[in-house]
């Protein structure tokens, strides 16, 4: 246990910083963006779906940043834990990240007035962050690129905007804002799928 926390403790100091600072600004000028008070369920899952889930992309692509330096790549390897475990421990503290800065959120929308069920919002919220997290995780292990890991999603967010639930089916993932929650089902299948397939392409890089 106390090596599981030593690399979450490296991952805090180094290497998620930055990408928490991103989100909390992402949602301290929401309100400058779009109304956050007295907001009935639809235009408050419209804030959850379409702002606040970008907060997946920002913050689980990065597990494997680090890596891009070669030396600490081959320093990972070389340790008694596998690659595979330094990888899922990150994601897991980026993951519980991700839930604090979601329920910090939508307890400041439930403070301003808005009216909606706020337990199953976070979870439907949650799971379209974590499978667009996931999304950009896959391709970053896939082609060893941060930039590709981060495009991939913007580009399913985009089609998503453009191309409505008839295109994306099951994995359409602003569901809420249409009174339906099944597909964030969907959306938490696949970001299991989606992360698991990321770190076994990052580690076959090894």
């Known amino acids: 246990m106390e090596r599981y926390l030593q690399i979450e403790k490296v991952n805090l100091k180094y290497n998620v910083p930055l990408h928490i600072l991103i989100c909390v600004l992402l949602l301290l000028v929401s309100p400058l963006l779009m109304g956050v008070e ?9 804030v959850l779906e379409v702002y606040a889930a970008l907060m997946g992309i920002i913050l689980l692509p990065p597990v494997f940043l680090p890596e891009q330096d070669r ?14 475990s330094v990888y899922m421990v990150r994601l897991l503290g980026n993951v519980l990240i991700l839930a604090a800065l979601l329920g910090v959120y939508v307890g400041i929308l439930l403070h301003n007035g ?7 919002y976070f979870l439907g919220t ?10 950009g995780l896959c391709f970053y292990g896939l082609c060893d690129n941060l930039v590709i890991g981060y495009m991939a999603p ?49 580690c076959r890089r090894k």
């Open 154 to 202: 913007i580009v399913y967010y985009i089609a998503a905007l453009g191309g409505g639930p008839r295109r994306l089916g099951v994995f359409y993932p602003f569901s809420m804002m249409k009174g339906s929650y099944t597909e964030k089902a969907w959306l938490a299948a696949g970001a299991l799928a989606l992360a698991g397939a990321g770190i076994l392409f990052r």
């Open 71 to 84: 030396d600490i790549r081959d320093l990972v390897y070389t340790k008694r834990m596998n690659g595979g």
């Open 38 to 46: 007295n907001l009935k369920a639809e235009d408050t899952a419209k």
């Open 126 to 135: 949650f799971a379209e962050m974590l499978f667009m997290g996931g999304l």
């Open 114 to 120: 808005c009216e909606f069920p706020a337990g199953k």
